[in-house]
């Protein structure tokens, strides 16, 4: 279908305010500037809100937990915001955070990675990977029932999802109950059809993914290891129920698209939903993008019915 009109006035706006693509400059320039700020909607109360740290493989890291409404024990997500692997932090990630916790009924454990080019791969996954691992660790005190702990992520924080629950595949745990991936980064190439065809004008473009990798990796080649491209993993059996989400209008697509169909011929249990006229990054527009708010709600429903598999 057509690029949804909605998303075509945000656009436009974002082209009236000017700015570098995120592409042309570096990730010091890209952290100063937030362009969801004026699309993100009513932040939304939920119960609690607890500012924390934990420590991390190499370093101590700020966790955000949002806590709904709902009878302890809770389910929850332990979840890494989009951040093109460089950019982002659990502050601008607040308002998707909340909503969410309040769609789903989770605990949201919002994890501030280490951010490359500084900390490049597998320092980030590293620090996801460990944040399940407290999360699990600190279940009863967190109110949270350790068997309906879930991981899930946006753009590279989906990256992140999905190679937390390969890596707990290789290292024997800890369980996961689901992974949710919006329009999740899952491979390190730049070449197929939604990458051509959506190559510039609908936000992130074919020239920011590669920038977006180019930040992460040490060296191209370690694009070919699975916990940086899970697309390439060479067996999927066993891995945690998928919720798998693209957009329309997205690089990223296929990646995703072709994943859940690996996924679900694996023999995972994967729920996939494509938003037409959408693009990258709509889970952060939910002020001005109906679609924004339909997948907000198709969160909530489709974690829930993970969650009564688990029951």
């Not at 009878?71 to 909503?99: C, K, M, Q, W």
């Not at 597998?122 to 991981?151: C, F, K, M």
């Not at 697509?253 to 011929?265: K, P, V, W």
Request: glycine residues 10%.
């Amino acid at each position: 279908m057509p690029l949804d009109p909605q998303v075509v006035n945000m656009l436009r706006l974002l082209e009236m305010e000017g700015g570098e693509p995120m592409e042309k400059l570096t990730a010091r320039e890209a952290r100063l500037g937030d362009w969801s700020r004026d699309f993100v909607g009513v932040t939304e109360s939920v119960t609690s809100v607890t500012h924390t740290f934990f420590t991390g493989p190499t370093a101590d890291l700020p966790l955000r937990i949002y806590k709904p409404s709902g009878t302890e024990p809770l389910g929850a997500i332990v979840y890494f915001h989009g951040s093109a692997f460089a950019v982002s932090n659990i502050g601008l990630a607040d308002s998707p955070h909340r909503a969410i916790a309040n769609r789903t009924g989770c605990v949201v454990v919002a994890v501030n990675y280490q951010k490359a080019p500084e900390h490049k791969f597998p320092i980030p996954l590293d620090d996801a990977y460990a944040a399940l691992r407290w999360t699990q660790e600190n279940a009863e005190s967190l109110g949270i029932d350790p068997t309906h702990v879930g991981v899930g992520g946006d753009s590279a924080g989906g990256n992140l999802a999905a190679a937390v629950c390969l890596k707990a595949s290789d290292e024997g745990g800890p369980e996961i109950a689901f992974q949710l991936l919006i329009y999740p980064a899952l491979d390190a190439n730049f070449s197929g059809r939604s990458m051509d065809e959506n190559a510039d004008g609908f936000l992130l473009s074919a020239a920011g993914v590669r920038w977006a990798w180019e930040q992460y990796l040490e060296r191209p080649e370690d694009g070919e290891n699975s916990l940086v491209s899970p697309l390439r993993a060479p067996n999927l059996q066993g891995l945690p129920a998928a919720i798998v989400l693209t957009a329309e209008y997205d690089p990223l697509r296929d990646q995703g698209e072709d994943y859940a169909q690996r996924l679900i011929d694996s023999g995972v249990p994967t729920i996939r939903r494509r938003y037409d006229g959408m693009i990258h990054g709509f889970l952060w527009t939910a002020g001005v993008v109906d679609g924004s708010r339909r997948l907000l709600e198709d969160i909530g429903t489709d974690v829930r019915k993970m969650l009564t598999l688990r029951a």
